[in-house]
């Protein structure tokens, strides 16, 4: 069974800083993804960045990177230059290499602060 | 084009009462997923369809919850005799099989209230 787990519930950081949300996942499939989601009040949920296990390079989608640590199970997202808008809740995911089992953390709420 | 659409967006139904939850997928998509978020929680996975068949129901919580995609494209997910514990926001997402298109894109989601 794979869980995810989000140690942080609820964040903030300071308009055009940089901040860093943690995510630790435990998964016995050999091959599978990782995603990060945005979810904004409106709540329709946005895919942010995705990671294929199998690649060692980190995911990077404009302001948004990870730093994907395999041996570690671990998989933090990092934000940029941080704006108005990126204030939503944001989770973890996985599943396995068929796109399916898609596991979610239970989210971190960020705040960004003008 | 056109994103998942689900509806209605608002359900207040009275315990006891037989729900349906339609989902709407992004034409093409082979993928279907519900899923099922109570507040402040994370979505927790209900069923899976590949076209028109149920490949996973495994996190469908009771024999009350029942899902259908009878011609691979738009489903339901019918919930009967709702209870409280019932509330929740119903979310459906859909994915193209294929190599590097494991994404799924969510639909706004249900919120059904059980009163």
């Known amino acids: 069974a794979q869980t995810v787990t989000q140690s942080q519930p609820e964040m903030s950081v300071q308009e055009a800083e940089t901040v860093t949300l943690s995510c630790t996942y435990d998964?016995?499939?050999?091959?599978?993804?990782l995603f990060w989601y945005k979810q904004p009040p409106s709540r329709q949920m946005i895919l942010v960045i995705r990671?294929?296990?199998?690649?060692?390079q980190n995911a990077t989608e404009n302001r948004f990177s990870v730093n994907f640590q395999k041996a570690a199970k671990s998989f933090s997202l990092k934000i940029s230059d941080s704006q108005l808008g990126d204030a939503a809740m944001y989770f973890c995911?996985?599943?396995?290499?068929?796109?399916?089992?898609?596991?979610f953390g239970p989210g971190t709420r960020l705040s960004v602060l003008p | 084009g056109a994103g998942v659409s689900q509806s209605p967006r608002y359900k207040v139904a009275k315990r006891g009462q037989d729900v349906a939850l339609r989902c709407d997928p992004i034409?093409?998509?082979?993928?279907l997923f519900w899923y099922q978020q109570a507040l402040g929680q994370g979505p927790e996975f209900l069923t899976y369809?590949?076209?028109?068949?149920?490949?996973?129901k495994s996190g469908l919580p009771s024999d009350r919850f029942f899902a259908e995609r009878p011609e691979g494209s738009v489903s339901t997910l019918k919930i009967q005799r709702t209870q409280q514990e019932d509330s929740a926001v119903y979310l459906c997402?859909?994915?193209?099989?294929?190599?590097?298109?494991?994404?799924?894109?969510f639909g706004p989601g249900t919120r059904l209230t059980v009163t």
């Open positions: 998964t016995s499939e050999s091959d599978y993804y």
């Open positions: 997402a859909s994915s193209l099989l294929a190599v590097d298109l494991y994404e799924q894109y």
């Open positions: 369809f590949q076209n028109e068949a149920q490949l996973d």
């Open positions: 990671q294929e296990a199998y690649k060692q």
């Open positions: 034409s093409g998509h082979v993928s």
């Open positions: 995911a996985s599943s396995n290499n068929y796109g399916q089992n898609f596991v």
